[in-house]
């Protein structure tokens, strides 16, 4: 988030507040949609009246005190979370969250608390003043991490329900759009990029992160190192890729990373967000579109090529197959032996 320059987190709001900019709005929203998160972006009336009302129920909850038991369950709650190596924004997340959730009883000891009235927070506090399901889940995840590593109380693991979430198909391109897109840069190192992020299925975070230490070249692959979840794995590099890395290291001669700025470093995502948008003006594509959609295009274009889905998984790094199966449904390998019943129709 700081990297779209003067930006802040407000603690009681739990909201993160920036300039806006059109430039901005769409580079989260390409973030987001590379997560397969449905986005839709309006300019928002403000409800001065529910702001209020958010504003004055969060103020009286957060001003209760907090017992000893509930003080030694953040404590262990937050020793868990770092044993665990959760990621420092999901350490900080989880025990706010679970902070607020005890001082909204804190007229009980947290093993008292039972699932009618977890359902009942839920109901009054999260429902009726209008928070999304995205924060829904996120306090429902503290809640049940917490119930689950102490072991104790009066609530299930399985009683919590998260909320319904929209699954939405991933966008991709032909194959001809494809070709047009990593035509279209002027610039080597963008067109690098793009090919890097295409013929690897790489995410921005990745495409940014390859070191030149990370590339093999006898070996025709790259070490992706820390992908989403912390997991590596090993792509392999098309030849016409390596032909394209030749031409564009005697130009730039990188130091460290594959991809770096103009003054040296790691090249930033926002960059990478901007050629690819470039790129598509350049392509006289109109697609709403994000940079992930090269990679959703990798994966369908090598299933409708005929590779099994459990190597497209090990390619992507995705944990199971199950999130890898949603390509199958945009792949055309299967539809297009499909033969409509309008055919057998005596129509004029």
Request: hydrophobic share 35%.
């Amino acid at each position: 988030m700081r990297s779209y320059g003067k930006c802040y987190y407000d603690k009681k709001r739990r909201e993160w507040l920036l300039q806006w900019s059109k430039l901005t709005c769409d580079s989260l929203a390409d973030y987001f949609a590379g997560k397969r998160i449905g986005i839709k972006v309006t300019k928002q009336v403000v409800n001065e009246e529910l702001i209020k009302k958010r504003k004055n129920t969060g103020d009286e909850i957060r001003s209760k005190p907090l017992g000893r038991k509930a003080l030694d369950g953040l404590d262990s709650m937050a020793m868990f979370l770092e044993e665990n190596r959760y990621s420092p924004r999901t350490r900080e997340s989880y025990l706010s969250l679970l902070e607020f959730f005890f001082r909204y009883f804190n007229d009980k000891e947290p093993f008292e608390i039972n699932e009618d009235e977890i359902s009942r927070f839920i109901y009054d506090f999260i429902i009726r003043l209008g928070y999304s399901a995205a924060y829904q889940n996120q306090m429902v995840s503290a809640i049940k991490t917490f119930y689950i590593i102490s072991g104790k109380g009066r609530v299930k693991p399985e009683f919590f329900e998260r909320p319904r979430r929209s699954r939405a198909l991933p966008k991709v391109f032909s194959k001809d759009e494809v070709s047009r897109i990593l035509n279209s840069p002027r610039n080597m190192k963008h067109k690098l990029l793009l090919w890097m992020i295409y013929s690897c299925g790489l995410r921005r975070s990745e495409v940014t992160n390859i070191k030149l230490t990370d590339l093999d070249r006898e070996r025709g692959i790259v070490h992706i190192r820390e992908g989403k979840g912390k997991v590596d794995r090993i792509v392999p590099v098309s030849g016409k890729v390596w032909e394209k890395y030749d031409e564009y290291f005697r130009g730039y001669r990188p130091r460290e990373y594959l991809f770096e700025g103009q003054a040296g470093g790691r090249y930033s995502s926002e960059s990478v967000y901007r050629v690819f948008k470039d790129a598509l003006v350049r392509a006289g594509i109109k697609k709403d579109v994000g940079v992930h959609s090269l990679r959703h295009s990798y994966a369908t274009h090598l299933h409708e090529s005929g590779l099994d889905i459990r190597y497209i998984q090990e390619l992507l790094g995705h944990k199971s197959t199950r999130t890898t199966e949603i390509y199958t449904h945009v792949s055309r390998r299967n539809l297009i032996a499909v033969r409509s019943p309008i055919e057998d129709l005596d129509l004029k």
